[in-house]
């Protein structure tokens, strides 16, 4: 079901990742270059790239004579290029690489502070971050679909608007209309029936209600057992686009099960619960390869409303195992001890 990376090239993921995470902001859009303009007797040094909006603009770096901006500026160029080389490697390589508009959005997000403050990566852009960060490779679907966890208290010093850094980007960027009575949205989403969708989602009793979470001026859609999910994430990075940007993620051992529990628990949408059962399918051969205690220790925090759908479908679940017995075994171990 899947292949482990060469142990140079998940080093060479590793650095980058380390690189990227201690750089700071990163560039928005393209690398760019360096471009003098004069006007009125002064020269300016001005950063050209192309824009998220895919639309070439120019911004202000200093004036000429700043040499220590101007270095900065230059060292901060060379950098981005350097990244954009080691994506593009690693995509060769068979690492999983998401869209370039993803990219645009997740460096926004960085940048504003948001997913240092606990936002977390979740769905099926989280779970293309857990297979590089487990050093496998395997197939994956697209998708047109940030999925942003939240708990509803974040290490913000101050609010800030989930709305006005997605404008940011000047994609397009509109609330997804809901049926709410205040009209309030979870949802952020770019035109066109195809058009990528930001969702904030949260913990909840039940899935499908909206929660405000005051720290980003926007609602989150709750899912049961999210908090669950959320409990141990740590930090990981997602390569999109030529970006590698510093998110954090749930344990691939909790993704997993809640994975499962997600497809068993969907009553529509046919297509995504199965797609959810595969995806947990594939980290539980991972880690029964890599580490068989996570699988039992996540499993025995599992909350009992969570054990109860998963061991009345248990057959349902187990039988996307059926050609990996390691796996399987694990799992039936697991959920027994627990």
């Known amino acids: 079901m899947f292949q482990s990376h060469e142990l140079a090239f998940r080093t060479q993921y590793a650095e980058l990742k380390e690189r990227v995470r201690v750089a700071g902001p990163l560039l928005p859009g393209s690398a760019g270059t360096l471009v003098k303009r004069s006007a009125t007797g002064r020269s300016y040094w001005y950063r050209a790239y192309q824009s998220a909006a895919g639309r070439q603009v120019e911004d202000l770096v200093c004036r000429d004579g700043d040499d220590e901006t101007f270095e900065r500026a230059r060292s901060d160029i060379e950098f981005s290029r350097w990244v954009a080389t080691q994506v593009r490697t690693l995509r060769k390589l068979e690492f999983q690489v998401a869209d ?24 099926t852009l989280g779970y293309m971050a857990l297979l590089n960060e487990l050093g496998v490779c395997a197939v994956t679907s697209r998708t047109q679909d940030i999925d942003l966890a939240a708990g509803q208290q974040l290490h913000l010093a101050a609010p800030r608007s989930l709305q006005e850094v997605m404008e940011k980007t000047r994609m ?10 205040d009209g309030a949205s979870s949802s952020l989403k770019l035109p066109g029936a195809e058009g990528l969708r930001v969702d904030l989602l949260t913990h909840g009793n039940e899935t499908g209600g909206l929660v405000a979470i005051p720290a980003l001026a926007w609602h989150a859609q709750t899912v049961a057992h999210y908090d669950y999910l959320l409990e141990d994430a740590r930090e990981a990075a997602l390569l999109a686009g030529t970006h590698c940007v510093p998110v954090r993620v749930p344990a691939p051992e909790r993704f997993m099960w809640h994975k499962f529990y997600s497809g068993l628990a969907r009553t529509s949408f046919a297509e995504k619960a199965a797609k959810d059962i595969r995806q947990g399918a594939m980290l539980a051969v991972v880690l029964a ?6 699988v039992v220790e996540a499993a ?14 248990r057959k349902r679940f187990l039988s996307a195992l059926d050609d990996a017995a390691p796996a399987r075994g694990l799992l039936e171990r697991a959920f027994e001890a627990a």
Request: hydrophobic content about 45%.
């Open 172 to 181: 397009g960027f509109h609330p997804v209309p809901a049926v709410a009575p």
């Open 100 to 123: 370039k508009a993803v990219g645009h959005v997740l460096v926004e997000l960085h940048n504003a502070g948001l997913l240092q403050a606990g936002l977390c990566l979740v769905g």
């Open 289 to 294: 390869d890599q580490d068989e205690d996570l």
């Open 300 to 313: 025995a925090e599992l909350p009992r409303s969570m054990r109860k759908v998963l061991g009345a479908q």
